[in-house]
């Protein structure tokens, strides 16, 4: 768990939880970039990042605290992550910005203080000048911050996704070998009755790799994905990291569209337009040349 400030004071900040707001890695609810992620805050895109602290002020109100020292808040998220205790205590000097509310969903509290709530503005704050609360998105409806979640869970969950893929896969294949069984011969006899020769099925492996390739929106965004590598796309926009065995796990955004894939596997694709759909995309002969010239030009985490 995080570590929480020691005094009651209404001024300090009890920290819940932190996450890194970088090049390589950036809530992706934010946008589909860092500088998209930085203009969602009211920051500059500065090349470094920045360390995101959530927390509660003593009153129990939500607060984000940007912080330029990037180290440090990744070290206590290291920690956390390998289940250690760690203070997280960044230093006035490195704050950039305090800011109502939270961006990501918690389901922790401070004890000993209010419940978690939006922070009343400053007395002499007019409407106008106030600036919203940060909120998570509302996962009721399908939008792009829930496109790029989706995303990002399909990463963390990418063996359970895989055999799915390959379960449907399979039993896909069996309808299709069933549906030639009972049908395929008499209709191929029909045809040569007639002189003609029985088309090939072109509806595996296509091109780059499975049916869903015939999908426009999968067209559209492979087409977008080799433009990035002719004209750079804003930073952040393809990211890679660790993947088992060797490979990089890629994430990929755009508008409307968001891809994960792996450098040795097939790649998943979701899309504003189809709400909570995921496209699959198999490996063919195309995929694997655009994954890999994808990983040279990701920003990766350091």
């Given amino acids: 768990m995080t570590g929480t400030d020691e005094s009651t004071d209404d001024d300090s900040l009890f920290v819940l939880s932190a996450v890194l707001l970088t090049p390589a890695q950036f809530p992706s609810v934010l946008g589909d970039d860092f500088p998209e992620a930085c203009a969602a805050l009211g920051l500059e895109a500065y090349e470094r990042g920045y360390g995101l602290v959530l927390g509660q002020d003593g009153t129990g109100a939500r607060w984000t605290v940007a912080v330029d020292d990037v180290s440090l808040v990744a070290v ?10 760690h203070d997280l205590s960044p230093d006035e000097r490195t704050v950039v910005a305090a800011l109502p509310g939270w961006p ?3 389901a922790v509290a401070a004890p000993g203080i209010p419940a978690p709530h939006d922070p009343e503005p400053d007395p002499g704050e007019d409407d106008d000048g106030a600036r919203p609360p940060l909120a998570p998105p509302d996962t ?3 939008g792009s911050a829930q496109r790029r979640l989706g995303a990002d869970e399909i990463a963390l969950q990418w063996e359970a996704w895989r055999a799915q893929f390959d379960s ?3 039993q896909r ?4 070998d069933s549906t030639e069984d009972e049908g395929g011969e008499s209709a191929s006899h029909t045809e040569e009755a007639r002189g003609e020769k029985p088309e090939p099925d072109t509806t595996q492996d296509g091109g780059s790799g499975g049916p869903d390739i015939l999908h426009e929106g999968v067209r559209r965004v492979l087409k977008e994905l080799h433009g990035y590598l002719e004209s750079p796309p804003p930073l952040g926009r393809v990211r890679s990291g660790f993947a088992p065995a060797g490979a990089r796990m890629l994430r990929a955004d755009g508008p409307g569209w968001s891809l994960v894939a792996r450098t ?6 979701l899309l504003d337009d189809e709400p909570n759909e995921v496209l699959p995309v198999g490996r063919g002969p195309e995929l694997p040349k655009l994954l890999e010239a994808l990983d040279t030009i990701a920003v990766r985490p350091f």
């Fill in 76 to 85: 206590a998220i290291a920690a956390w992550d390998c289940g250690m205790e």
């Fill in 168 to 170: 449907e896969d399979e």
């Fill in 104 to 106: 990501l969903a918690l």
């Fill in 140 to 142: 009721a409806d399908w």
């Fill in 264 to 269: 040795d596997d097939i790649a998943y694709i």
């Fill in 173 to 176: 294949r069996a309808d299709v």
